[in-house]
């Protein structure tokens, strides 16, 4: 259908929402703007849905969360009276609107007799992957847009497990969506009848006190917490977000005393007012949380996301500068010091594996491997890390040990089921506290890792390309890297490349081709001779296409040359296509 037909369908709806209607009448003479909000259904994916709030089929709204809502709801229906009756957990973050659209997605499921478990107030994302798990709920929904701009919200679905939906549940939850003919037309409870009908429960306090039980569980190494208690400083900022309350408790709870908040990013705040992203992996987020760590001579700044389900680190460098760990170099360090302490007390086992994404370090695997241990790889996405666990659970193949990706999620013990900032939270305090113990700072600490194991470098860059255009332009450059793939790059031979749309490896140097066993995915990676290597993915929540770097050499210095290198001239291939 022509977008000019969905919008006259929006305006001629006799109940439209009145904000709705206004937004729309005030650029009702903009017919670029018009078509954004309705050349398209906004697109119901893997791990739900994410884009810009606002009137039409392409936006965040309530008749778009209906739609969504309406389809888990009948893919609930198919699967029987039992899971109906476990209902579904919601949660939401401290975007606009994001009250309003958990309430809309309770009363929708309430239509179909499906109970929801909403939480008094904001939480974050790893608690609803908790809540699923602890009251065994069918399904879950979070509202939230992660770390993306203001402007944007977001709906994820997780399964039975506590995890985002695997691909193949995903498919058929995104059918039934797909399904939904009239997203105006879904109709929901109020709030009132489900009370009456008791599908609606409120939940908070207890579901936190149950996830803080497991958080204290989680120290490796009580004594060091306990030696160093009073001598790490931590300065910690929630970006505004959901982190605020959980992870200062959390870290108080196991033994930290010296732990400081960032005042002025406290409280939640749906505009983010003192950041410009309220991104960890962005450095200026931390521009703050650096003033007080100088003021106080911390020894670790911690900031999460606005969904406290990715983290980022900065300690001070030998210049006395606060540096931000890059998501990588954060995995490598909480990996090395799981597999480290747990192999001094005797209790790593035999058959324990980590798991990582297709774009993560490959320090990571050179780490496991010292300790005897198994490396895993999926696609980029936590969902396909939980599944990987669930495998484990469901066969005993593998103990899970540590999972992470290098956008800054990283998930310790499986009580939840995706990436969790306060779990990470505690463990890189206990991290830093044990080089500290030995005189060091994390920094120091990750250079001795550099000299044992390789200097491991990554880099990521991000294109972004907004709009019906910008989609076009991404699945440009990746047509035209896969027609027309380089040969040569940082003058390196390119020697394998990896097709995960085609679920091909072609072996150029042996002239051979194997199958890739992970799902099809429109990702491309391009390892050179020197094991140096590139990927280009589009973004599955924002509308950016991002090239992943990876490069290792002898010292810290030839590798960052060699990364400077590979980007330049990667980014330099791409700008001369778009022209």
């Not at 884009?51 to 893919?75: C, D, F, Q, S, W």
């Not at 705040?269 to 703050?288: G, I, M, Q, R, W």
């Not at 020894?299 to 996301?305: G, Q």
């Not at 936590?382 to 999620?409: A, Q, R």
């Amino acid at each position: 259908m022509d977008w000019k037909l969905h919008f006259k369908r929006w305006m001629e709806h006799e109940n439209l929402y009145e904000d709705l209607k206004e937004e729309l009448q005030g650029i009702h003479t903009n017919e670029k703007q018009l078509e954004e909000c309705f050349y398209k259904n906004l697109e119901f994916g893997t791990g739900g849905m994410r884009g810009e709030i606002g009137p039409g089929t392409n936006r965040m709204n309530v008749y778009t969360i209906r739609k969504a809502t309406e389809g888990l709801a009948r893919y609930m229906e198919e699967k029987g009276e039992d899971a109906k009756k476990r209902g579904v957990v919601i949660a939401y973050d401290v975007r606009r609107k994001s009250p309003e659209f958990a309430l809309e997605a309770a009363l929708t499921l309430g239509k179909h007799g499906i109970p929801a478990y909403l939480f008094d107030e904001c939480r974050p994302t790893p608690v609803l992957s908790f809540a699923v798990r602890h009251l065994k709920a069918y399904m879950g929904i979070v509202i939230t847009a992660s770390h993306n701009p203001p402007e944007y919200n977001g709906y994820k679905v997780y399964g039975p497990d506590g995890g985002q939906l695997p691909p193949d549940m995903a498919d058929v939850v995104i059918d039934r969506v797909d399904q939904v003919e009239n997203e105006l037309l879904v109709e929901v409870s109020t709030e009132e009848e489900l009370k009456n009908l008791n599908l609606l429960h409120i939940v908070g306090e207890e579901i936190d006190q149950a996830y803080l039980k497991e958080i204290e569980q989680l120290p490796i190494n009580r004594e060091l917490i306990e030696q160093m208690a009073d001598h790490l400083k931590i300065v910690y900022t929630p970006l505004h977000g959901t982190g605020s309350k959980l992870v200062p408790e959390s870290l108080r709870k196991v033994g930290f005393n010296q732990v400081t908040v960032v005042a002025e990013q406290k409280e939640a705040d749906a505009n983010f007012t003192t950041v410009k992203s309220p991104n960890p992996e962005e450095h200026a987020a931390f521009a703050l949380a650096i003033e007080y760590g100088n003021g106080l001579n911390a020894d670790l700044l911690l900031a999460t996301d606005p969904d406290a389900d990715r983290v980022g680190a900065a300690v001070k460098n030998p210049s006395g500068e606060y540096e931000i760990l890059t998501g990588n170099q954060t995995g490598a360090i909480l990996l090395h010091y799981i597999l480290m302490m747990r192999s001094n007390q005797g209790t790593l086992p035999k058959n324990g594996a980590i798991i990582k994404t297709i774009v993560t370090s490959d320090m990571g695997r050179v780490i496991a491997s010292h300790f005897g241990l198994e490396t895993m790889e999926t696609l980029t996405g936590f969902k396909f890390i939980g599944e990987k666990i669930k495998e484990f659970e469901e066969t005993g193949s593998h103990t899970y040990l540590f999972g992470y990706e290098e956008s800054y999620g990283y998930l310790i013990k499986e009580f939840a089921r995706d990436k969790d900032a306060v779990q990470s939270c505690v463990m890189i305090a206990e991290v830093a506290a044990y080089y500290k113990s030995r005189g060091m700072t994390l920094y120091e600490g990750l250079h001795e890792l550099y000299q044992q194991y390789g200097c491991f470098l990554e880099g990521l860059q991000s294109m972004t390309l907004k709009g019906k255009e910008g989609l076009a332009q991404i699945s440009a450059i990746l047509s035209y890297f896969r027609n027309e793939p380089p040969v040569e790059v940082a003058g390196e031979q390119v020697s394998i490349i990896e097709d995960y749309q085609v679920s091909r490896r072609y072996l150029l140097v042996e002239n051979k081709e194997e199958a890739l066993t992970l799902p099809v995915s429109n990702v491309l990676k391009y390892i050179l001779a020197n094991g140096s290597w590139f990927c280009l993915r589009p973004s599955g929540t924002e509308p950016k296409i991002k090239i992943y770097f990876g490069v290792q050499e002898k010292t810290y210095e030839e590798s960052k040359e060699l990364l400077s290198r590979l980007k330049n001239e990667v980014m330099e291939r791409i700008t001369s296509f778009l022209g």
